[in-house]
T-cell receptor
Framework: GENVEQHPSTLSVQEGDSAVIKCTYS??????FPWYKQELGKRPQLIID?????GEKKDQRIAVTLNKTAKHFSLHITETQPEDSAVYFC??????????FGTGTSLTVIP | DVKVTQSSRYLVKRTGEKVFLECVQDMDHENMFWYRQDPGLGLRLIYFSYDVKMKEKGDIPEGYSVSREKKERFSLILESASTNQTSMYLC???????????FGPGTRLLVL
């Protein structure tokens, strides 16, 4: 089955700096890669996703890049703000039903 | 706005008890999922269902069963709770053919 690895497990950045979280996957059949944000005590929520036919996608301060050859994808957050502090999960899917999640990155933005 | 609800936010049970966790979604989603979330392990899929009375095993189905008698409701059953099932349980749903999953608030289960 698919194996998704996520790094780093914790990340601290100064407000205004950029944050990058990286994930690798093993199954070349995976074609959909969402990112979820989970604030403390709240449910995970989708923040951005990318499909395998696209190399990069951007939504305001958030961007995701995908390198199919190397089987890795990354989340980039620019101009970080304290409200970006949360746990971020990457995931991969080849079926659109079964998702394999990374182990999560706890991001802290220091004011 | 999609709403996924779970029957309890916190639950304390004793070893050997039968435990029912319920999840309800109000958006007519075909797909429903049960995950457990543990520190350092992320979200792991226990079971999912893509239609009423249908179920598929996920990565860690041992010790669990599920029931989907109605489209909007997906139940996770711990037949005989054990301490290693202490965890946060998250339910999710999605529309068939659309990958976005909507999560419930989670149930934090403590098995003593």
């Amino acid at each position: 089955g698919e194996n998704v690895e996520q790094h780093p497990s914790t990340l601290s950045v100064q407000e205004g700096d950029s944050a990058v979280i990286k994930c690798t996957y093993s199954d070349s059949a995976s074609n959909y890669f969402p990112w979820y944000k989970q604030e403390l005590g709240k449910r995970p929520q989708l923040i951005i996703d990318i499909r395998s036919n696209v190399g990069e996608k951007k939504d305001q301060r958030i961007a995701v890049t995908l390198n199919k050859t190397a089987k890795h994808f990354s989340l980039h957050i620019t101009e970080t703000q304290p409200e970006d502090s949360a746990v971020y999960f990457c995931a991969a899917s080849s079926t659109g039903n079964q998702f394999y999640f990374g182990t999560g990155t706890s991001l802290t933005v220091i004011p | 706005d999609v709403k996924v609800t779970q029957s309890s936010r916190y639950l304390v049970k004793r070893t050997g008890e039968k435990v029912f966790l319920e999840c309800v979604q109000d958006m007519d989603h075909e797909n429903m999922f049960w995950y457990r979330q543990d520190p350092g392990l992320g979200l792991r899929l226990i079971y999912f269902s893509y239609d009423v009375k249908m179920k598929e095993k996920g990565d860690i189905p041992e010790g669990y069963s599920v029931s989907r008698e109605k489209k909007e409701r997906f139940s996770l059953i711990l037949e005989s709770a054990s301490t290693n099932q202490t965890s946060m349980y998250l339910c999710a749903s999605s529309l068939h053919g659309v990958e976005t999953q909507y999560f419930g608030p989670g149930t934090r289960l403590l098995v003593l």
